[in-house]
């Protein structure tokens, strides 16, 4: 599913899903990735930051900064 696509996991485990995984395109630098049609996140926090994600690109910027003040979480894509 994820073979010559971007992906992220847990800072923990990048090095592992590389090695294991040698046609997935590993991205370290974002907490958040998008391909296509397939978002992957790293850590808990990462999966808030990627429901916040799908939140804006579906209902927008205003919406999912609505909804991350009200759970009281600082967006950090």
């Not at 590993?26 to 296509?36: A, G, T």
């Not at 990462?46 to 991350?68: D, H, P, Q």
């Amino acid at each position: 599913m994820l073979n010559g696509k971007r992906a992220t996991t847990h800072h923990v485990a990048l090095k592992m899903l590389q090695e294991s995984f040698p046609d997935i395109r590993v991205v370290s630098e974002s907490k958040v990735i998008q391909d296509s049609n397939l978002i992957t996140s790293g850590g808990v926090s990462s999966g808030i930051n990627m429901a916040l994600y799908l939140v804006e690109r579906i209902l927008g910027k205003s919406t999912a900064e609505r909804t991350a003040t009200t759970i009281e979480f600082e967006k950090n894509l």
